[in-house]
C-alpha cells in the first residue's frame, strides 16, 4: 500500500475510534491493534475455558440437587463464552488451533486467578461472587471496545456472568447465615480468594505494559485500577451485608477521594503465577492439555463429515 494511501486508511481508522464507532473486520487496522487484540481476545478466552477446571472440581460434590443444577449450568456458559470469544478472535484472521497451540506451549496466558485450589464448597461461592463479579466489572466497561465482534460478545457474556455473580453471593450469603463451621468455611474462602481476586485487574496502570496503547485504541476503556477500585467499593459493602470480614486490614473509607483506601497487592504473589509456579499452574494446564488430546477424535469426526458436504455440495453444483 503506498504512504498516501496507507495515511488515508491510518485516518479513517482513527476517524472511527474518534467517532465511538466500531472497528469491523473488514475495516483496514493497524497491524499492532490487530495483534493487541489478538492477544487480548485469545487470552480472555483462554480464561474462560480453564476457568471451568477449579469449579468443576465440585460438580460432582455439590451439597444439593440445586447447587449442582446451578452449578453445571455457570461452567456450561464458561465454555460458550470460550467459543464467543474464540470465534471473535478468529475475525482477525487468527485459527482456534493456534490460539489454544499457543496457550498449551505456554506462549499464551489464560487469568492468574484460575491457578488456585477450589479446597471446599464455599470456594465455589467465593468464585461466583468474586472473580464473577470481578470479570462482570471488567467485562462491562469491555462492552464499549472498539472492535465490534469483542463489544458484542460481551453484552451477551456480561448477561450471563450476573446470574454466576448471583448464584455465587447467595452460596456465600447462605453459608454465612449457617452453623458456626459454615460461616467460618465461607470466611476461610473469601480470605484465600480476596487477593488473587484483586490480581485479575492487572498490574498497577503506572506498570501496565499495554493499557496506554489499548486506551488511546479504545480497546481498554477504563484503567487497571480505575475497575480494581470500584470492584472494592462494591464488594465491601456486600461482604458487611452478609457478616463477612474483607482480609485487609488496611481497608478503610475514604471521605475525600470517595473509595475505599486499601492494602497493597503482593506482586511477586502475581507474578510467580504468572510464571508457571502458581499452586495449581501444572495441574491446570496438564487438565487443559489432556481435554485437547482427548477431544481430538471430535475435531477430525466434524472436519471429515464437513468436508464430505462440501465434497457432497460440490459434486451436486458440477
Ligand atoms: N492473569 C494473567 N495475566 C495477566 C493478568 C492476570 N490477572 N493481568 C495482567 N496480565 C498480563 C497481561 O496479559 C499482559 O501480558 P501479555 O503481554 O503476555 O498479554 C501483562 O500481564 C501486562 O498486563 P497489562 O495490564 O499491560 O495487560 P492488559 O492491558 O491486557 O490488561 C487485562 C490485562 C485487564 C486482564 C486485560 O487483558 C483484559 O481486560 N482482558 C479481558 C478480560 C479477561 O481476560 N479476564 C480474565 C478473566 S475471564 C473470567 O474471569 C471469566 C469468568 O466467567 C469467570
Known amino acids: 500500500m503506498d504512504h498516501q494511501s496507507h495515511s488515508a486508511e491510518q485516518a479513517r481508522f482513527e476517524a472511527i475510534i474518534a467517532a465511538e464507532e466500531k472497528i469491523e ?3 483496514w487496522m493497524p497491524e499492532k491493534y490487530r495483534r493487541n487484540l489478538v492477544r487480548q481476545i485469545s487470552q480472555h478466552a483462554h480464561s474462560e475455558v480453564v476457568g471451568q477446571l477449579p469449579e468443576g472440581n465440585w460438580i460432582t460434590r455439590a451439597p444439593t440437587l440445586r447447587r449442582k443444577a446451578t452449578l453445571l449450568a455457570k461452567v456450561q456458559d464458561e465454555a460458550g463464552h470460550g467459543l464467543y470469544l474464540y470465534s ?3 475475525t482477525l484472521g487468527v485459527s482456534r488451533e493456534q490460539m489454544v497451540d499457543d496457550l498449551l506451549d505456554g506462549r499464551a496466558k489464560y487469568a492468574s486467578i484460575f491457578n488456585y485450589p477450589t479446597l471446599s464448597w464455599a470456594d465455589v461461592g467465593a468464585i461466583g461472587w468474586l472473580v464473577d463479579g470481578a470479570a462482570i466489572v471488567n467485562q462491562i466497561s469491555l462492552c464499549r471496545t472498539s472492535y465490534g465482534p469483542y463489544a458484542r460478545a460481551m453484552v451477551r457474556i456480561c448477561k450471563e456472568e450476573s446470574f454466576h455473580q448471583r448464584q455465587g453471593y447467595e452460596i456465600m450469603r447462605t453459608l454465612a447465615a449457617g452453623s458456626a463451621a459454615q460461616k467460618a468455611m465461607a470466611q476461610d474462602a473469601l480470605n484465600r480468594w480476596w487477593w488473587p481476586t484483586l490480581m485479575m485487574f492487572g498490574p498497577h496502570d503506572a506498570e501496565s505494559a499495554h493499557s496506554q496503547q489499548s486506551m488511546q485504541w479504545k480497546i481498554k476503556r477504563q484503567s487497571n485500577d480505575e475497575l480494581r477500585q ?8 456486600q461482604a458487611r451485608h452478609i457478616g ?5 486490614p488496611a481497608l478503610r473509607w475514604n471521605e475525600e477521594r470517595g473509595h475505599y483506601d486499601f492494602g497493597e497487592i503482593d506482586w511477586d504473589e502475581f507474578q510467580r503465577v504468572l510464571n508457571g509456579n502458581g499452586p495449581c499452574n501444572r495441574q491446570r494446564i496438564g487438565d487443559r492439555r489432556a481435554a485437547h488430546e482427548q477431544g481430538a477424535w471430535v475435531r477430525e469426526a466434524m472436519l471429515a463429515h464437513a468436508e464430505k458436504q462440501r465434497r457432497r455440495a460440490a459434486g451436486r453444483a458440477a
Open 25 to 27: 473486520p473488514r475495516d
Open 88 to 90: 471473535a478472535a478468529e
Open 230 to 237: 470500584k470492584f472494592v467499593d462494591q464488594t465491601v459493602e
Open 244 to 248: 463477612l470480614e474483607i482480609p485487609d
